[in-house]
């Protein structure tokens, strides 16, 4: 489990990267862990301490790569300084260690920009990317304090507030 508090600031480093979003779950990332919040339940299912995997860097050459499959169960991480990668799959809460693989089945292509979404007065406030779905909603990771608690997801007219205890 990774550590963090809602007053944690974000601002140094940025808003997380939204990695994954379907009608059920959200999977995204930061320096201080991965984490799967159930939108349902309205709570973080699960989460990694990437530090401790020594997959933590968000930049630079030990930047960890992090790729989720189409159907959002399996996650590689993959330090771009490292051979290895680790592979966590969600349904099983288990977690392995592995040469590294290019993911084949890779969630990805209704990825957009943000820029195109929002006022470019406030990019800064919004994961990077957003995630358009078939229904022509776009999911997003935002932020208006920069801390933890504050960091939402917004996918049409619903905001889920993701660390909320």
């Not at 292509?109 to 994961?127: K, T």
Request: charged residues 20%.
């Amino acid at each position: 489990m990774s550590d963090w508090s809602p007053e944690q600031n974000i601002d140094t480093v940025g808003i997380p990267e939204l990695n994954y979003a379907s009608d059920d779950i959200v999977i995204f990332h930061g320096y201080f862990g991965l984490f799967v919040y159930d939108l349902d339940k309205q709570q973080i299912i699960r989460s990694l301490d990437l530090k401790s995997l020594n997959c933590a860097t968000i930049q630079g050459d030990d930047y960890c790569e992090v790729t989720v499959s189409t159907d959002g169960n399996t996650i590689q991480l993959h330090s771009l300084s490292s051979e290895n990668m680790y592979i966590y799959t969600v349904s099983e809460n288990t977690l392995s260690e592995t040469i590294y693989e290019s993911m084949n089945d890779r969630f990805g292509s209704n990825f957009a920009s943000i820029d195109d979404l929002v006022d470019i007065d406030h990019v800064g406030n919004y994961s990077s990317n957003a995630i358009q779905f078939d229904t022509g909603e776009y999911g997003y990771l935002h932020v208006s304090d920069w801390t933890l608690g504050i960091l939402c997801y917004a996918r049409g007219d619903m905001t889920y507030r993701l660390f909320s205890k």
